[in-house]
């Protein structure tokens, strides 16, 4: 499993950006799909993920600080996930990281995933 994430850059404070995870193939049926982010200075941590097809139908996950403003979905026909950020602040940038998990049930533990795509940087300016 190969996976590129893009969409990065800069953005200003309340503003929206999307970013995309290209799979190298029809993978979410049977693997979880997360997003991680590490700040500078900072440890990665979680940002949302989504499980399996097979699993339960793909059912999010998401943490506390980007809940009710992030989205995260899959689109199998073009083998892509996407992260959609809106209401962004300061406090969001990072770089993200898209990875996949073939335990299939969505995981906010990095030790989880199996695969990694590399980052994609996010600014956001106030």
């Known amino acids: 499993v190969q996976l590129q994430a893009s969409g990065g850059g800069l953005v200003q404070a309340g503003g929206s950006m999307r970013l995309s995870c290209a799979a190298s193939?029809?993978?979410?049926?049977?693997?979880?799909m997360g997003w991680f982010r590490q700040a500078p200075g900072k440890e990665r941590e979680f940002v949302a993920a989504?499980?399996?097809?097979?699993?339960?139908?793909?059912?999010?996950d998401y943490a506390s600080s980007v809940k009710g403003r992030f989205t995260i979905s899959t689109d199998n026909a073009k083998n892509t996930m996407y992260l959609q950020m809106n209401s962004l602040k300061p406090e969001d940038t990072a770089v993200y990281h898209c990875?996949?998990?073939?335990?299939?049930?969505?995981?906010?533990?990095?030790?989880?995933?199996?695969?990694w795509g590399q980052g994609t940087e996010v600014t956001v300016s106030s």
């Open positions: 990875a996949a998990s073939g335990g299939r049930v969505a995981s906010s533990y990095e030790k989880e995933y199996d695969y």
């Open positions: 989504v499980s399996a097809y097979s699993w339960n139908g793909g059912i999010p």
């Open positions: 193939g029809r993978i979410f049926d049977n693997y979880a």
